[in-house]
């Protein structure tokens, strides 16, 4: 299969604190990887890495082919900018606070990047993201402003927002922790559906029911470092170390 | 009665010169300020940092007497005094312009930044189309009130000798004998922050279509 993520030894360290160990993995194309982590573990910090919000210090990383960094003498060198650029297009990021443009109505949050990033004219952008937010049942809210939505309605446009640029790879950090159960829902929803379209997903979540059900391999992370992967039946129901148990134990209720 | 008019006519529109002349280098200049007081690179900062102290927090007319006469007593060469006062209101309205556009820039969540960084928008085009306006709607208040004290303000450049409405005021009111002078030009200040503060409403209502 064709890989979309191939991250090797990837570290990072903030003011001498090594934040991220050693952490590796890989994903193919059209598979979903959820990673799971107690807080501080470093779990944002590698989807920021991974999606340029923050540079490596060590590691390499290829997306869809291409290498945004590599490892020479224990130091990650990046590609060129414009390399940067491209390979960034690929990727896509929904924030667990949204990060809505609050100026722009919704139609223009989604079609914004469209025309000033990939160049398309305003009607096939503003087709593009009226597809996108039928498709996330909130087409009647295009020529509103994002105050004005639910916290489960701003998210589902950020979500449209981000596929608008046609990612290759999408990327979601805790996209329902600032909602309540009924709207987190409504959100996994929508992520379970992409999931089943194939959408390749690195999902950074607290729902372990939603991860176990719609990943493909799950990542449990603690201090920086990758604990424990394998396929979620295997991760969530047979976790083989004690640091995983207690961390999976303490989501049951 | 004729001529008493007419040259307070010339000074409101000294007056007005000044005032406009001021907002257009200094509303920018205060950009760029604000800019150098956040940059990382310290020196460049501290040095910001004490021009915005000292424009703060010293009087400005204290500061127009020292643009007008400092290249006097220093280089023993003097110039122009509307120039002089232009520099002299221009240098003080940045460091204040500066101070207002700083707490709005920081009032901007970061998340903004790297939602645009995330979607591909180049640095300029996210200031320009995503933190600019924002910063707008929230420093316009604080603006404001700093163009209706700028319209105020004016009139100190009579101290260093700029004919300006208050000076040509003053002085036709002592060759007169008479108030009225000093009146009218009250009442051209006071229209003058009228039309300010309804232009400022109106801006503010504008942007009043989101949060
Ligand atoms: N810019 C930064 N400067 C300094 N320290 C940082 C920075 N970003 C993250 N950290 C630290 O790195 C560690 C890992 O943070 P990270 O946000 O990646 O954890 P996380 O697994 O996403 O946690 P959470 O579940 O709370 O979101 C934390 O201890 C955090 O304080
Ligand atoms: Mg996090």
Redesign the pocket.
Known sequence: MEEMIKLTGLKKA??GVE?LKNISFTLPKGNVLSII?P???????TLRIITQLEKADDGNLEIAGHTLFSSVDGKAVYCNPEEERQIGLKTGLVFQSFNLFPHFSVLRNITEAQKAVLHRSREEAEEKAMALLTKMGIAEKAKQYPYQLSGGQQQRVSIARALALDPEVLFFD?PTSALDPELTREILKVIRELAEEKMTMVVVTHEMHFARAISDWAIFMNKGVIVEEGNPDRLFGNPQEERTRQFIASFQD | MQGLISQMLEGTVTSLEIFFLTLIFSLPLGFVVAKGRMTRIAPIRWIVDLYIQVMRGTPLILQLIFVYFAPFYIFGASYDRFTACIIAFVINYSAYFSEIYRSGLQSIDRGQYEASKVLGFTKAYTFFHIILPQVIKRILPALGNEVITLVKDTALAQTIGVAELFRVAQTASSREFSTLPIFIAGVFYFIMNYIVSRLFVVMEKKLNYYR
């Open positions: 903030f003011g934040i982590g807080s501080g573990s470093g779990k944002s910090t805790e």
